[in-house]
């Protein structure tokens, strides 16, 4: 080991500087090596230094949980989203899904079933993680009671109390009948949000005020930091950027634990932050469904490599109006299946861990992050009219200079405003959703092209 130091000397950041200089071959330095980025509203290096780390040795699985929660392996759930209509027709669909490799179904309940007894037959649930977006206390209910007979299962509730004010009256009743149970049910929804154009930091700072506003609520109804923390359950969106997006998870995990730390858990496990990342639609294309699937696959990795427990990519277009299609839904999955079975994702926690950009990229969105939290947090918190001006106007703010990059080209998007199919696509984009107030943005559909 001493004569592999003795061998490769260290070097130094003025030495490695001059190198750079040299190979550069008299183009400007600092215009070539340095960013600023006017949508994340941070300046960064395109290489750093070990003097440029700020990095405490930690290890996975542990406090602040920056390199994720796992210790024995990377593994994670595979996730698709199934929106019921039929109960029987999505019945076919949950079992089709787990077949070809789903490990997370997520059921949509927007158009209330009513037979869970058709809905859910021959569903091994004990052996999956099931995720349910819910919109009523009684669907929950109804939910709760057909489980009552499963013992070891992994249930998620997406409640998402900031998004309806008739859940949010109702909160009581919800924690009255978790008490006993140690569930998931709080649904801290940044992938909506990033939906909407948020940058970075507003993401996190917004998940972080919702995700902070949960556990003062439960602990207000008696619950202990250790029992709030565990009902809390974040889902995140995975953009284009993909090192951005790696220290954005790991980001979002040290400052969670931050929070939930300053409450002094007796348990340190308390201040993980359990998250389903999802791909979503905002930078896809209906003309162009392979470029589709390497975004789609890149954004998956940055997910996998920050370790995140669950992935969900939406398939391209199912946001469309003819919906998803077979082959867009086997792709979203198969995405997952060769980054296990090909790539070996799966076996190595924090590949990224101790990368002086990352680990640098890290310490400076959780700043600007914790800023903006802090600010939220000075309006009254998240339910605060101040506050979600505050929100509402950061976002717009840099939604129109996402579209104004794209559409004068600045930012290249292959099949959305650069190397467009010609052929003429039948199908179209659906009507626009919104989330807090805020629209949801896809770029091919809001930005008119000459």
């Given at each position: 080991?001493d004569?592999?130091?003795s061998d490769f000397?260290k070097?130094?950041?003025?030495q490695?500087?001059?190198?750079?200089?040299?190979?550069?071959?008299?183009?400007d330095?600092?215009s070539?090596l340095?960013?600023?980025?006017?949508i994340?509203?941070f300046?960064?290096?395109?290489y750093?230094?070990?003097?440029d780390?700020?990095?405490?040795i930690?290890?996975?699985?542990?406090?602040?949980?920056?390199r994720?929660?796992k210790s024995?392996?990377?593994?994670?759930?595979?996730?698709?989203?199934?929106?019921?209509?039929?109960?029987?027709?999505?019945?076919?669909?949950a079992?089709?899904?787990?077949?070809?490799?789903?490990?997370?179904?997520?059921f949509?309940f927007?158009?209330?079933?009513?037979?869970l007894?058709?809905?859910?037959n021959?569903?091994?649930f004990?052996?999956?993680?099931?995720?349910?977006i819910v919109?009523?206390?009684?669907?929950?209910?109804?939910?709760n009671?057909?489980?009552?007979?499963?013992?070891?299962?992994?249930i998620?509730?997406?409640?998402?109390?900031?998004?309806?004010?008739?859940?949010?009256?109702?909160?009581?009743d919800?924690?009255s009948?978790i008490?006993?149970?140690?569930?998931?049910?709080?649904?801290?929804?940044?992938?909506?949000i990033?939906?909407?154009?948020?940058?970075i930091s507003?993401e996190?700072?917004?998940?972080?005020?919702?995700?902070?506003?949960?556990?003062?609520?439960?602990?207000e109804?008696?619950?202990?930091?250790?029992?709030?923390?565990?009902?809390?359950?974040?889902s995140?969106?995975?953009g284009a950027?993909?090192?951005?997006?790696?220290?954005?998870?790991?980001s979002?995990?040290?400052?969670?634990?931050?929070?939930?730390?300053?409450y002094?858990?007796?348990?340190?496990?308390?201040?993980?932050?359990p998250i389903?990342?999802?791909?979503?639609h905002?930078n896809?294309?209906?003309?162009?469904p392979?470029?589709?699937?390497?975004?789609?696959?890149?954004e998956g990795?940055?997910?996998?490599?920050a370790?995140?427990?669950?992935?969900?990519?939406?398939?391209?277009?199912?946001?469309?109006?003819?919906?998803?299609?077979?082959?867009?839904?086997?792709?979203?999955l198969n995405i997952?299946l060769?980054l296990?079975?090909?790539?070996?994702?799966?076996?190595?926690?924090?590949p990224?861990?101790?990368s002086y950009s990352?680990?640098?990229?890290?310490?400076i969105i959780s700043?600007?992050?914790?800023?903006?939290?802090?600010e939220?947090d000075?309006?009254?918190?998240?339910?605060s009219?101040?506050?979600v001006?505050?929100?509402?106007?950061?976002?717009?703010?840099?939604v129109?200079?996402?579209?104004?990059k794209?559409?004068?080209?600045?930012?290249?998007?292959?099949?959305?405003?650069?190397?467009?199919?010609?052929?003429?696509?039948?199908?179209?984009?659906?009507?626009?959703e919104?989330?807090?107030?805020?629209?949801k943005?896809?770029?091919e559909r809001?930005?008119?092209?000459?």
């Amino acid at each position: 080991m001493d004569k592999l130091f003795s061998d490769f000397p260290k070097v130094s950041k003025a030495q490695w500087e001059e190198k750079l200089i040299k190979e550069l071959k008299g183009a400007d330095f600092e215009s070539s090596l340095k960013r600023n980025d006017e949508i994340e509203d941070f300046s960064y290096c395109t290489y750093y230094h070990n003097i440029d780390s700020s990095n405490s040795i930690e290890i996975p699985g542990k406090s602040s949980f920056k390199r994720g929660g796992k210790s024995d392996n990377n593994d994670w759930f595979i996730g698709a989203l199934i929106c019921v209509e039929n109960e029987k027709e999505s019945n076919s669909k949950a079992l089709d899904l787990l077949m070809t490799g789903c490990t997370s179904l997520v059921f949509d309940f927007k158009n209330n079933p009513s037979n869970l007894s058709v809905l859910f037959n021959e569903i091994g649930f004990e052996f999956i993680q099931t995720q349910f977006i819910v919109y009523s206390y009684e669907q929950f209910l109804g939910i709760n009671v057909y489980f009552e007979k499963y013992e070891n299962c992994e249930i998620i509730y997406r409640l998402d109390f900031f998004s309806s004010d008739e859940l949010m009256s109702k909160f009581t009743d919800f924690t009255s009948l978790i008490a006993s149970k140690n569930t998931r049910f709080c649904h801290v929804n940044t992938f909506e949000i990033q939906q909407c154009g948020a940058n970075i930091s507003q993401e996190i700072s917004f998940g972080l005020a919702c995700g902070h506003e949960y556990l003062v609520k439960l602990m207000e109804s008696g619950y202990t930091i250790d029992q709030a923390a565990a009902c809390i359950h974040f889902s995140v969106g995975i953009g284009a950027n993909y090192f951005y997006e790696i220290a954005k998870i790991r980001s979002m995990r040290v400052l969670w634990s931050k929070i939930v730390q300053s409450y002094n858990p007796l348990d340190k496990n308390s201040a993980n932050c359990p998250i389903t990342a999802e791909v979503g639609h905002m930078n896809k294309s209906l003309k162009d469904p392979y470029t589709n699937l390497l975004r789609q696959t890149t954004e998956g990795m940055s997910a996998i490599s920050a370790g995140v427990e669950t992935l969900l990519v939406h398939p391209y277009n199912s946001k469309s109006v003819d919906g998803p299609c077979v082959l867009s839904s086997r792709m979203a999955l198969n995405i997952s299946l060769i980054l296990k079975d090909e790539s070996y994702f799966d076996k190595v926690i924090d590949p990224i861990g101790g990368s002086y950009s990352i680990e640098k990229l890290t310490d400076i969105i959780s700043e600007n992050a914790w800023k903006m939290f802090q600010e939220i947090d000075s309006k009254g918190g998240i339910l605060s009219s101040k506050a979600v001006e505050l929100i509402k106007s950061a976002i717009s703010n840099k939604v129109e200079i996402r579209k104004a990059k794209v559409k004068s080209g600045k930012q290249m998007m292959i099949g959305i405003n650069k190397f467009t199919n010609p052929l003429v696509e039948t199908n179209s984009w659906s009507v626009e959703e919104s989330y807090f107030g805020l629209k949801k943005v896809v770029f091919e559909r809001d930005i008119k092209f000459n």
